[in-house]
């Protein structure tokens, strides 16, 4: 009989496990039950998160601030942690709440892991330059490998903001100003933090943010406030955090803006009906830093207890250092004003995540000293990180062949602040990375031993040292380094200059009205071009800048962003050729900061503008509309022939394809790649459209003399819009298909969708 009661047992937990819906209901009547023995204090705590406030592993807290987070920590009125770092630190706190607690419910600890952990990758916004998908998936799995291992549970990424404004200085942060990618790169940046199962003690909760509009901050200005319609809100914003839901992230983070004059956080139309509700996401929606609070000085909540109501009852489920949760919940729901079932709904949702977690089986499994000895910034890792920073450089201007560099009889002059700068190329946002320990772009080039090199700095960027919390001071004055800069310039056959912004001058409360070159970088450029004009200009940004004199004058210009732990060596394999550049903007580069926000997709208006000369139409009166520098643009060290665009059917019902083709020969001399983009244009639709939507790419690689052709299938769900009557669908009518190198292809084929 006992033999029999095991084998039953034995096939429960065998069929469990091939059926998901039984393994689910194991895990709603866990949480189920848990919730039924939890006080209202504790669920309140539950929905409580801390920064860390006291190091664990030291001596007990002292101060009045630190002792209050302790005892509600004890009391088992904390839910979840962030910034904690290490596994003695983090099995600490765990050790707190699951042996010291009534319930013993573990804590999740979160962080933000943007780029890397310990090895660190090319910003975001470089990386989608590379257009490679894959290799996004697995920048974000190394982190997250790295990441588990030192404790951690969740990062607060990927930001999935769409942006156009290169004003705001977290445009570093996402994946640019189209959509369509920002869809395909938060679903890849999903999986590689989550993995296929998130009881894999190698992966980590992603968090898609930040809900909603946060990237159309007006002026460009963190923080502030923004005004788009419910168009631009479905079209263009929320597709990529729909991707997200659809790729099973299991958290999301709201915005610190308002939209529909409501601040994100106690916004409960975008949150409960669309997110929760609409798209069926069943994971947890945390607050950002103190923006509960924070809704109080938007003047939309009266004072704290208020700001708890609107929050929770909008459906922000964790509160995010503003305490209000943990204070003011309970009162809430004793006085009527706070139904107990949304803060229910709340908890099951944060011991959701935990559990797939399955901290509820192990809360220690995540603190493995020999994993975090073994696992970070080791050889394998730094492998990838060379990888995604050879291929996220984007070739801009290329006169006369100048690159590739010869690798031999050549005097090389390194010119710059940022050319044997370590820190800046780990860009902000560099969670744990040791400060100085990338490799610099002299550190680079002199991997490569044939020529003659001499390293002059120039000029100072910038005063002291810098980190995340203080402004970058720059330098406006000193340019004691001119004389000794131009020297060598005078004595050398090529100039490599590089020039930029200090890896913390983008990034959260990075805005600049001014995006050019920053301090007295282009006046020692411009000095520099007197004596010599053989530059090649390597540009380090977390942001487009305005290139356009250096455009107009330097021959050779690569967008070399920041590119990480391995930013040297993949510069250096760029410049001499070992790596044929293949990266493509994934944000327009502005003339000037008038033009901001620029972008591709824009619509035509009533009154398009062709020529600067035109007066009563849309447009300056002191430079073109265009871009400096167009979404999708990248060149190649060869050169790529389009030619022979077709298309098999100019008819397309709802229930079929059509293909369209174009030929693509390598004309040059290296073997290269290519990232082959398809446009669709709607000319007419119950809103106005955009002039182009990117609706697919390929990434192709051809040797010289080699041709292919590139195929597309495009069927009627590609048209698909929010359209007026609210609701996404395709609309019969006259389209114009485009396949090119960038956004600006102006040959098209045309057809139509019909019934």
């Known amino acids: 009989m006992k033999n029999l009661f095991y084998t039953f047992l034995s096939f429960l937990f065998f069929i469990s496990f091939q059926n998901p819906n039984l393994k689910d209901l194991k895990k709603e009547k866990f949480i189920s039950d848990l919730i039924s023995k939890m006080t209202i204090e504790e669920k309140a705590g539950q929905m409580n998160q801390y920064n860390g406030f006291w190091d664990a592993t030291g001596q007990m807290p002292e101060g009045d601030y630190q002792k209050k987070r302790y005892n509600e920590l004890k009391n088992g009125l904390v839910g979840s942690m962030l910034n904690v770092i290490g596994v003695k630190e983090i099995r600490a706190l765990q050790k707190i709440a699951v042996e010291e607690t009534r319930l013993g419910i573990p804590l999740i600890f979160g962080h933000d ?187 939309f909540a009266r004072d704290g207890n208020h700001a708890a109501e609107l929050a929770v009852i909008a459906g922000s489920d964790m509160d995010m250092e503003s305490s209000l949760y943990v204070s003011e919940l309970v009162g809430l729901v004793k006085s009527g004003k706070v139904n107990i079932e949304l ?123 810098t980190n995340f919390h203080n402004r970058v001071k720059l330098n406006f004055d000193d340019r004691t380094g001119f004389d000794k800069a131009k020297l060598a310039a005078e004595n050398s056959d090529i100039v490599i200059m590089v020039l930029g912004e200090e890896g913390n001058q983008s990034g959260e409360g990075r805005s600049r009205t001014n995006i050019g070159l920053p301090g007295l970088q282009l006046e020692l450029l411009k000095e520099i071009y007197k004596i010599n004009q053989n530059i090649v200009l390597v540009v380090m940004s977390g942001r487009p800048l305005d290139l356009t004199w250096a455009d107009k004058n330097i021959p050779a210009i690569i967008q070399a962003w920041h590119l990480g732990s391995k930013s040297g060596e993949a510069i250096a394999e760029v410049l001499y050729g070992d790596y044929n550049p293949s990266g493509k903007l994934t944000m327009s580069f502005p003339r000037n900061v008038g033009q901001v926000p620029i972008y591709y997709n824009f619509k035509n208006t009533g009154r398009p503008s062709t020529s600067i000369e035109q007066v009563t139409n849309s447009g300056y009166a002191d430079v073109v509309n265009s871009p400096l520098y167009s979404f999708g643009y990248g060149l190649s060290y060869t050169n790529f022939k389009y030619s022979n665009l077709s298309i098999d059917n100019d008819k397309l019902d709802y229930n079929s394809k059509i293909n369209i083709s174009i030929d693509i020969e390598n004309t040059g001399f290296y073997t290269g790649k290519e990232v082959v983009q398809l446009y669709l244009r709607d000319l007419v639709g119950s809103i106005a459209r955009p002039m182009k939507e990117l609706k697919g790419f390929k990434i192709i690689e051809l040797s010289p003399g080699e041709s292919q052709t590139v195929n597309f299938e495009i069927e009627s769900s590609l048209l698909e819009f929010y359209t007026f009557n609210n609701k996404w669908e395709a609309e019969n009518g006259k389209f114009h298909a485009f396949i090119g190198s960038n956004s600006d292809v102006v040959d098209y084929k045309e057809f139509y969708l019909v019934d």
Request: charged share 25%; hydrophobic share 40%.
């Open 343 to 465: 803060i229910d709904d709340a908890v099951r949702r944060i011991l959701r995540v935990k559990y797939e977690l399955g901290l509820f089986d192990d809360p220690y499994k995540y603190c493995n000293i020999d994993r975090s000895n073994n696992e970070l910034a080791s050889d394998e890792n730094m492998k990838v990180a060379l990888e995604a920073a050879k291929k996220s450089i984007v070739l801009l201007k290329n006169n006369n062949q100048l690159l590739p560099l010869e690798k031999q009889g050549e005097k090389i002059a390194i010119i710059g602040p940022l050319a044997n700068d370590k820190n800046s190329p780990l860009g902000n946002w560099r969670s744990q990375a040791v400060y100085n320990s990338a490799s610099s772009v002299l550190e680079g080039m002199k991997n490569y031993n044939q020529n003659k090199l001499v390293f002059e700095k120039g000029v100072d960027l910038y005063y002291g040292k």
């Open 113 to 299: 892991v943007i780029h890397g952990y310990k090895t660190i990758f090319p910003i975001p916004l470089a990386e989608s330059s590379s257009w490679d998908l894959e290799l996004m998936e697995n920048s974000a799995r190394v982190a997250a490998r790295e990441a588990s291992a030192d404790g951690l549970h969740w990062t607060f990424a990927p930001m999935v903001d769409i942006s156009r404004d290169a004003r705001w200085g977290r445009v570093m942060e996402g994946a640019g100003e189209d959509s369509y990618l920002g869809s395909l790169v938060a679903k890849a940046r999903v999986r590689g933090f989550q993995g296929n199962d998130l009881n894999d003690i190698n992966t980590i909760v992603a968090c898609a943010k930040h809900f909603a509009g946060y990237g159309f901050s007006e002026a460009g200005r963190d923080y502030n406030t923004t005004d788009f319609n419910q168009f631009t809100l479905h079209n263009t914003i929320m597709p990529p955090f729909k991707a997200a839901v659809d790729a099973g992230v299991r958290t999301f983070m709201n915005s610190f803006n308002t939209l529909d004059e409501i601040p994100a956080t106690g916004h409960k139309h975008i949150q409960r009906n669309i997110l929760k509700g609409d798209w069926g996401f069943d994971g947890f929606i945390v607050s950002d830093w103190g923006s509960i609070e924070q809704m109080i000085p938007h003047g």
